[in-house]
């Protein structure tokens, strides 16, 4: 009953992964970046409504910073027209923007009633909880993938198509759950929103020299301003937990 109780953020985290990707797929990984910080606002409603937690104004300012400030990157992506050549996956801006927001409403929910189970059962480890969520998503993953690609999977394997780039995402993956554990149980929410910033520059810098991206100084207010809401939300969450 207790592992039941843990299916349902694992099922959730299992299809926000899935739009991740698809968001990846018709936006530019920098936007990508950007736009996912929109899961603290959710997180914030969410943690409102179910855990019945207080934001203080400073915390409220910062979610309405964030929101501009998505708003202000997905602005400069309006522009772009859906495009494809022969080689690349035709892009869609409204459908790669509708993923991602999916993602963070689920990531919300997820990331809120998955802290709800963590303090109602304190006599369970961190640990086993992701090995309980690994355990519940690895089999629905498989299911989906052989319903999806049976014949490929019959006809060429299940590692087919797997590349060098593949497994380093993998592992990368891998590695990044196992580090969000120890940033809950070791860090506090400044170290984390230095993560969160950090991420998001490192992501427009390798956009610009892998993928020709171009920093627009729209782009650059909106993510200026994702990066100060990140900071000051976190900022004040850490002196309240203090308190």
Known sequence: MDTLKVAVPAIVY?????LIYLAATHLDAATTQVTYQLKILTTALFSVFLLKKK????QWLALVLLFVGVAAVQLTQTKKKTTASADEHPQNVLVGFLAILSACVLSGFAGVYFEKILKNSAHVSLWIRNIQLAAIAVPVGLVTLVASDHETITEKG???GYTLLTWTVI?????????VAVVVKYADNILKGFATSISIIISCIVSIYVFDFVI????????SLVIA???LYNRQASASHKK
């Open 14 to 18: 299992y299809v926000q992964n899935n």
């Open 55 to 58: 934001l203080i104004v400073t």
């Open 158 to 160: 299940f590692f087919f």
């Open 171 to 179: 592992i990368l993956q891998a590695q990044g759950g196992l580090l």
């Open 216 to 223: 627009t100084f729209q782009f650059f207010i909106g993510a």
């Open 229 to 231: 809401s990140v900071f």
